[in-house]
């Protein structure tokens, strides 16, 4: 590696379907149970990390859309930390080609999200996924990445592959042994679309880490099911994408959503993630799948209103127009739909009759049209050497 | 009892701290898991209900609030059954003063309740007590009632005794011994204070009944929370309420509530029966008692949005003008606080920053104020000839 070198990445979104929610062990990040997700297209949602290296670098910095932020901060000294060590290992294995020159080096870190923050989408996998991977390739490290993204932030690991990915709880107490691996890649069920649909902000909610230590301290609900339930719901799961079972897929999304909304319930003092447009956008897909008789649609909510719907691309033009019936947007129309296109069909007035909901103007901001994709397509990288100031984004050098 | 009999009885409503949610027989109304519940005054809430007996009658008839409803229908049907059951027996043990002249006759049944059905307050539980005691007095019946009442609705059982009561589960198939028997009578703990918060109406809810089929036949929490942790909740409530620790008392309160409705978010589909307005009288609680570092006030809800509110009588001043100040009342003030007075006492500027909630209008109708009694104390009953059309109250007659 020269020094001057400099590397740009992007890096995915991931949504779990089982999710992950209380940890065992804070310092490495080790999950109370295993969590599996969806990979999501970076052309709609995505991280992008340039990292440049250099003699001339006092010490390592970092900017974050735009802001430069504490590079002290644990997680991301966890992360740094870890690189180094895995680089000085692979130039420790005597390549002469790889000298450790670089690697005392300091770097500054750029990181941009090319979705908003107020989007409430959780940026920590996408953005440590990146980070991790860029400096694997700033550093030529090979292997294994997803246990070191994981002490950035757990679902990252998830962000480090793509199609379908599960986190597996692991079982020794270094941690070793808890990492993401691929279920099956996006190839796989090429029919599967996703929607984010925005929720307009609200109140600031409980953050995750803070929110699932309580959780873990308070709630009998959430140890269940950690030590009993999940590991079946998993099996379950994977069964279902397995054999792209859409209807077994839906029903075991909704149900492990709610039932971790549940345990956010039941923890002491309770956490409200589910705002009322929440709500009604579950009566609203529970009213749908019910007027078909078949589970066409499933939602799923993180720590936060946002609904991220699933469903298969047959049924996206319909289910669009009836998202928009029902939380009319107040104006700039072509704004509502973002990312992938979307045909139009006309909503049956014996639908809207059977979801029976009174439209809530104004209760989604926009939707975010996308699918499932690997991470990595888009990595591009950069060498060369630097120069002072030239790269701007990279913020002011010393 | 003489042909033209006319009793007249009333019965507390009850609301319970730990809670029954869940059937394990849905034809003789046996519970999941034992509950617990304080009985409330019945100057403020109360059904009553007034029973004639007559040979001219044709038919059993009921009227409840004013509206004369199905007498076949089951619930109504097992009570009366019940109590006729109860009653032969009683005549059958030989008492000549007992003739059995009076259960051959019809019965008219007038039942009323002294809070408004839009108040979302389960009458059910004083209804059918109420139609329990009633029966009894007139049919001349002693001893347990509880397993009759609880036949007609669950909670019901727990109407028929004052103070603290609990509805043990049982473990015999017949339900004979799932009964609901005093914890501690209502002179145990006079400063015990209740404020029933009486949401706006908002959207149907689901009923009870129906709900809690749909929890246990699909909730895993439910499940656990039945078989595992209700039985260790009820004995730790038992001793909060027998040495008087408000503090246990109250934290074991919302606890319970909120897993109740953990179980229910749990449910496939999910149930919601708390609303915005609940969720932030739920966050304004929290915030009050932080502020004092003290659990001075607790929460409860059931299944729906309204709150009901324990504290100690020394906190009522202060807190109802809390609840005043976040949640104005959009006209007729003084309509806003009924049943036992309070006194007034105004909210610092420091405690109103230490909630910094926005202030809700219009989020409560009004405020119930009471506490807690022993039931039967209001009890009267009349014996007369019964001259057609003479109670008007009774409704049409034949």
């Not at 757990?154 to 941690?175: H, L, N, P, T």
């Not at 042994?177 to 649909?197: G, I, K, M, N, Y």
């Not at 995750?208 to 030590?227: F, I, N, P, Y």
């Amino acid at each position: 590696m020269l020094d001057g070198t400099v590397i740009t990445c992007s890096a995915p979104v991931n949504i779990a379907v089982i999710k992950y929610w209380g940890k065992r062990d804070d310092e490495l990040i080790l999950p109370v149970n295993s969590s599996l997700s969806v990979t999501l297209h970076q052309d709609q949602l995505k991280t992008t990390t340039t990292i440049a290296c250099s003699r001339d670098f006092q010490e390592d910095r970092i900017w974050i859309n735009g802001r430069e932020e504490d590079i002290n901060q644990s997680r991301l000294q966890s992360c740094l930390r870890e690189m180094r060590r895995l680089a000085r290992k692979r130039s420790g294995d005597g390549d002469p080609a790889h000298g450790v020159a670089g690697l005392s080096h300091k770097v500054h870190i750029c990181s941009v999200n090319n979705f908003p923050t107020a989007a409430g989408l959780a940026s920590s996998a996408s953005g440590y996924a990146c980070l991790v991977y860029t400096l694997s390739r700033l550093f030529g490290v090979e292997g294994e990445l997803s246990a070191v993204a994981r002490q950035g932030s757990g679902s990252a690991c998830r962000s480090m592959y793509g199609g379908f990915v599960q986190w597996k709880i692991g079982e020794r107490a270094d941690g070793k042994d808890s990492l993401a691996e691929q279920v099956q890649p996006e190839t796989h069920w090429p029919e599967l679309r996703v929607l984010v649909l925005v929720v307009n902000a609200q109140r600031k909610h409980i953050g995750s880490t803070s929110g699932m230590q309580t959780s873990v301290k308070t709630s009998s609900l959430l140890k269940h099911r950690a030590e009993c339930l999940v590991s079946g719901q998993m099996d379950k799961m994977m069964r279902a994408i397995n054999t792209k079972d859409f209807s077994a897929f839906g029903e075991l999304t909704m149900q492990d959503s709610n039932q971790f909304h549940a345990t956010c319930l039941d923890t002491y003092p309770p956490i409200f993630y589910l705002s009322d447009v929440s709500r009604q956008i579950i009566n609203l897909v529970h009213c749908y799948n019910h007027h078909y008789r078949e589970i066409k649609v499933a939602y799923t909510f993180d720590a936060g209103p946002n609904a991220v719907i699933f469903t298969l691309q047959e049924h996206l033009p319909e289910f669009v127009q009836v998202v928009r019936y029902f939380f009319p947007p107040e104006s700039n129309e072509e704004q509502f739909l973002k990312g992938l296109s979307v045909d139009s069909v006309p909503v049956s007035e014996s639908l809207k009759a059977a979801i029976g909901m009174e439209p809530v103007a104004n209760g989604i901001s926009y939707i975010i049209s996308t699918k499932v994709k690997v991470p990595g397509s888009s990595m591009w990288g950069l060498s060369g050497t630097l120069a002072t100031g030239n790269l701007l984004f990279m913020g002011p050098f010393p």
